[in-house]
Structures are given as C-alpha cells and as structure tokens.
C-alpha cells in the first residue's frame, strides 16, 4: 500500500512510513493544540515536496488569516495558489466583505452539503489534489450532532473516491477524552490526538495515534514542538503526562 509522506519531520517514523494513502484523518485535539498548523504543514509540505497539489477547506478562518499564519513559517501558499497547485475553499466568509470577493473558491453556505461537495470536487479536478484538509470538520455539524457521521462518511467517499488523502481537524474541549465522538471515531481511518499538558508548571505538547487503518504505528506519546518552521514531532522520546 502507497504511503503518504507528513511532511512533518518525526511524523513518519511514528506512522511506520507515513499515511495509507486514501485514508482519511481526525486530527484531534483541545484549543492551541496546533491542528491548523499541523493540517497546513501537511498540505503544504505534500504539494511543495512530494509535488501532491492541496485542498485546504476553511471552516475557521478567514483565508487571508490562514495565508498570513502559514507565512510565518515561511510557507507561502499564495504562490502555489497562483501556480494552480494549491486552493483553499473559503468556506468561513458566506462570500461577505470585500477580500471573499476576490477568493476563487466559496461556500455560500457550509450547512448546504451539496454545495459544499460541489466545489470541493471541482477545487480537486481543477488542480488535481492529492491532499485535503478539512479544518475543521467539527464545524459543519456543530449545531446538529446526530449528522456528524453522516457527513463524515459523504466526504470520505468523495475524498478516497477521487484518490485523495484527507486530514479532518477535530475540536474537543480542554480535559475531554475522545475524539469528537463516536459516530465519527468509527467512520474515520486513522485518529491523532494532540495535548497539551501542564507538566512542572510548564504547557508540554505531545501526540498520539490512536489508530490507523492499513499500517502498523507507534503506540506511544511522543512530545513535540511548534518552532518557526512547523511542527517537529520527536519520535525517539516518549512523554509520560501520569
Ligand atoms: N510561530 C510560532 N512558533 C511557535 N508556536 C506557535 C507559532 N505560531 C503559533 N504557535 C502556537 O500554536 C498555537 C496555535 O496552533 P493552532 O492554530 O494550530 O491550534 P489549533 O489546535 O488549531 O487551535 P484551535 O482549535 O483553537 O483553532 C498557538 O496557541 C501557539 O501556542
């Protein structure tokens, strides 16, 4: 089975190669655990090192924040954009204000599935993606818990129906265990939770994978940094949080 390359140094020795390719990832994690960071390092580093051009949907930020948060690792998506390798799908704006005028990808309306699918499948044949991120999945059914894995299960066959590889951000609260629940836990591929632990009156960020379909993997908590090139996970050391 093809592997995927992270992108994130540490990250591949942890997944035994990397990710099965077609799967289709929740990223969970509490507030400032950095999922966006991961997701966009992921989409980035695919398209710009393993020549897989990305889709990255943006449920959360407004896409001119998200270009200028990936600038400050020194990841300039805009360029990859204007080359046709990258798109974001802004997703965030309903098309409201002068900037998500000029954005070439809009959800008018998240909550509309088929709008969304729409123009996730067209960003993905225009640019010939390989890569998506989704960030994050927990908004589109926030306000509705029994569709969740309902709508998880549509964009996974979008996604692996069309030969991609997906990361999906999950939001849980600070303490919650699990991973954005249950329906969703099952009809995912592969889980990775990232913490932050307060350790020695010190926040200490580490990751685990949970599970990943199609490959084995390390099953321990490995500690890693956010530094201004991205992440780097330690795949040698082991956090011990209790
Ligand atoms: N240049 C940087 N160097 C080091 N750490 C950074 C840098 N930029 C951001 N961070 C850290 O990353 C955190 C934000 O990460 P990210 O946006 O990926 O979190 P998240 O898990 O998506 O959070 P949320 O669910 O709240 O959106 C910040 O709180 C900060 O601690």
Not at 92 to 117: C, M, W
């Amino acid at each position: 089975m093809k592997k995927v390359k992270t992108g994130i140094p540490g990250m591949d020795d942890i997944l035994h190669g990397g990710i099965p390719e077609r799967n289709v990832v929740l990223l969970s994690g509490g507030p400032g655990t950095g999922k966006s960071i991961f997701c966009q390092q992921f989409l980035y580093k695919g398209t710009v090192e393993y020549n897989e051009p990305s889709v990255l949907v943006a449920l959360e930020e407004h896409p001119v924040q998200i270009r200028e948060n990936m600038k400050q690792f020194g990841w300039d998506v805009r360029k990859l954009e204007e080359e046709g390798k990258f798109a974001i799908i802004d997703a965030f704006t309903y098309g409201i204000g002068s900037a998500a005028k000029r954005e070439k990808y809009v959800v008018n309306d998240p909550n509309d599935e088929r709008e969304l699918i729409d123009v996730l499948k067209t960003a993905i044949n225009d640019i010939g993606a390989k890569r998506i991120g989704i960030d994050s999945v927990t908004t589109l059914y926030i306000n509705k818990p029994m569709m969740a894995r309902r709508t998880v299960f549509l964009l996974k066959r979008v996604i692996s129906g069309l030969g991609c590889t997906a990361i999906f951000t999950s939001q849980i609260s600070v303490g919650e265990r699990g991973f954005g629940g249950p329906g969703v836990e099952h009809a995912v591929d592969g889980i990775i939770r990232l913490d932050l632990d307060e350790i020695n009156g010190e926040l200490k960020r580490s990751l685990i994978v949970w599970k990943m379909r199609g490959t084995s993997h390390s099953l321990k908590r490995h500690p890693f940094d956010i530094t201004d090139e991205g992440i780097i996970v330690y795949s040698d050391k082991v956090l011990k949080v209790r």
